[in-house]
């Protein structure tokens, strides 16, 4: 039979960071809110988790590099909000910026997870950044404890 190997939903001791984009804020906070109570529902101490704001998605990469070089951070989550306007701008944010936070996560070889909303509509902003149904910050951090556990067993 095949080992399979799966990550959990569930860590202990583990220091996870979050970056955070002001830009849009009025969605990224909605976004922090849910990944902070969702990152301690998966037994993530309070004093495990480093908040750190940018000042816009396009900020993101460089500092997700700088604190996952950190040899204590097991994980970093990245939240942000780019709405579509009338210029090549958002795709220019958006492409960039999801680039920047797999290049990150590749060359660092820990989980960086992308919780960046990339979206038409400011409606559709609100519906992924809700608090309760929906909530793309609450599956960065699902996806970030998933990730330092199964990447500890292989």
């Known amino acids: 039979m095949a080992k399979i190997i799966k990550g959990k939903h569930k860590i202990r001791g583990q220091k996870v960071a ?3 984009a002001r830009f849009n804020e ?8 849910a990944c902070l109570s969702e990152l301690q529902q998966c037994g993530v101490k309070k004093n495990n988790i480093t908040v750190v704001w940018v000042p816009g998605a396009f900020e993101i990469p460089v500092t997700a590099k700088k604190l996952a070089l950190k040899k204590e951070i097991d994980a970093v989550i990245c939240l942000g909000a780019v709405i579509r306007g009338e210029t090549l701008h958002y795709e220019l944010v958006a492409n960039d910026t999801s680039r920047g936070i797999m290049q990150v996560g590749l060359e660092t070889n820990k989980p960086v997870i992308m919780g960046v909303l990339a979206v038409d509509t400011l409606e559709q902003a609100y519906k ?3 608090e309760k149904g929906e909530n793309k910050g609450k ?3 699902l996806a970030a404890v998933e990730m330092i556990d199964l990447l500890s067993h292989i």
């Open 128 to 130: 992924r950044s809700e």
């Open 18 to 20: 979050v970056i955070v």
């Open 26 to 33: 009025f969605i990224t906070k909605n976004l922090l809110e």
């Open 139 to 141: 599956e960065a951090a």
